[in-house]
């Protein structure tokens, strides 16, 4: 196992990892959804007269939809669909008629998922300077030799590695650094289950460790469950990995660009 992997791995299982990466990534739940007074009285008129047309078009006016169904995305995108097909739209009322206003405000007033307030977590992170260095502009990132992390967003940190270090994956970059001389990117992701979305996540992260020809050294920065030795398919990866990827938690990231 790559040492900084290793490291990872005895800090998660061995000490109070979850205490510590909360100031990486400190998740706090997000205040209920607001909801235009206007848009829902449209909602409960439609909703007491059972005009379903009606009443799913003004759903779909809200941020967020009462009901998980595979079919909802395509009217949100195409409006005059609802007209075309009443089976679906009378499919859809019949589910909402069953919930009640009472039930239908509830969850289309519902916090946003908490994986999606994760991904500026990081950066806001580095922005307290916990590296011990400048975060410095494109302009003056390249001016200067110093230590410094460049404060970018992702798709700037992309085009400046794609420029200047022979970057050439589609993927934004959530890290560029440059320590003792030498670039560092990288993406930094909080993978918080298995399976599915956050396979795919950190699949994203892998990907950039094998871009060619890239003459800066590459990194993920992964914090959450790969580290837990149960077998599943993200630890078995960097169990295996020996040398070949640097693989780390945040949490040991100083110490790695700093003797980089």
């Known amino acids: 196992m790559n040492i900084w992997t290793q490291m990872s791995v005895d800090y998660a299982n061995q000490r109070n990892y979850l205490d510590e990466l909360y100031k990486v990534y400190p998740i706090i739940p997000e205040g209920i959804r607001e909801v235009d007074n206007a848009l829902w009285r449209t909602v409960e008129s439609s909703f007491l007269k059972k005009d379903n047309g009606a009443l799913i078009e003004s759903l779909l006016d809200l941020e967020l939809f009462p009901i998980k169904d595979s079919y ?16 679906t739209v009378n499919r859809l009322a019949g589910r909402i008629y069953e919930m009640g206003l009472t039930e239908i405000f509830k969850k289309c007033t519902e916090p946003k998922e908490t994986n999606r307030q994760i991904g500026p977590l990081f950066r806001r992170w580095l922005n307290k300077k916990t590296l011990g260095v400048s975060l410095l502009s494109s302009e003056k990132f390249l001016l200067s030799s110093e230590n410094a992390v460049l404060d970018a967003g992702d798709a700037e940190m992309r085009l400046f590695a ?14 560029v650094a440059r320590f003792n001389g030498k670039y560092i990117i990288g993406e930094a992701k909080f993978l918080t289950d298995f399976g599915g979305h956050q396979n795919a996540q950190f699949q994203d992260a892998i990907q950039t460790l094998e871009a060619k020809d890239v003459t800066a050294v ?22 295996t990995n020996k040398q070949k990827y640097n693989i780390m938690s945040s949490l040991v990231l100083r110490d790695f660009l700093y003797q980089v």
């Open 162 to 175: 794609e420029k200047y270090l022979g970057y050439s994956h589609p993927k934004g970059l959530d890290f």
């Open 218 to 239: 590459k990194i993920a920065i992964l914090d959450g469950v790969l580290y837990i030795k149960s077998g599943n398919k993200m630890y078995d990866f960097i169990a």
């Open 72 to 87: 909802v995305a395509y009217f949100k995108r195409d409006r005059g669909a609802l007209k075309r097909n009443p089976e």
